[in-house]
Nanobody, 120 residues
Framework: QVQLVESGGGLVQPGGSLRLSCAAS????????MSWYRQAPGKERDLVAT????????TYPDSVKDRFTISRDNAKNTVNLQMSSLKPDETAVYYC?????????????WGQGTQVTVSS
């Protein structure tokens, strides 16, 4: 079955760095656009990074641009998120997301999330 398993979350001090990983299985990973989202308590889930199927293009919201880097390895079915200069208000559950549209049908998969806590 489809699985997206995130790892790498934890406690980090403000200004620190963290690398999240997402291992995918059960679907054709290389055909899916991959993204990372985050959701803080009481807030909506927000997009933080997206990478195209071949990794040639990435997009970020202004809030994380130049601090976060998304990458993927289609041979290993993994997508990573390197985060630096983390801020306390970036404490959230971070989710891995896969999506594609084929023949008018949207396929969207989510991981279970990994907690990132930015605190001194």
């Amino acid at each position: 079955q489809v699985q997206l398993v995130e790892s790498g979350g934890g406690l980090v001090q403000p200004g620190g760095s963290l690398r999240l990983s997402c291992a995918a299985s059960g679907f054709t990973f290389s055909s899916y656009t991959m993204s990372w989202y985050r959701q803080a308590p009481g807030k909506e889930r927000d997009l933080v990074a997206t990478i195209t199927i071949d990794g040639s293009s990435t997009t970020y919201p202004d809030s994380v641009k130049d601090r976060f880097t998304i990458s993927r390895d289609n041979a290993k079915n993994t997508v990573n998120l390197q985060m630096s200069s983390l801020k306390p208000d970036e404490t959230a559950v971070y989710y891995c997301n896969a999506r594609r549209t084929r023949w008018g049908i949207n396929y969207v998969y989510w991981g279970q999330g990994t907690q990132v806590t930015v605190s001194s």
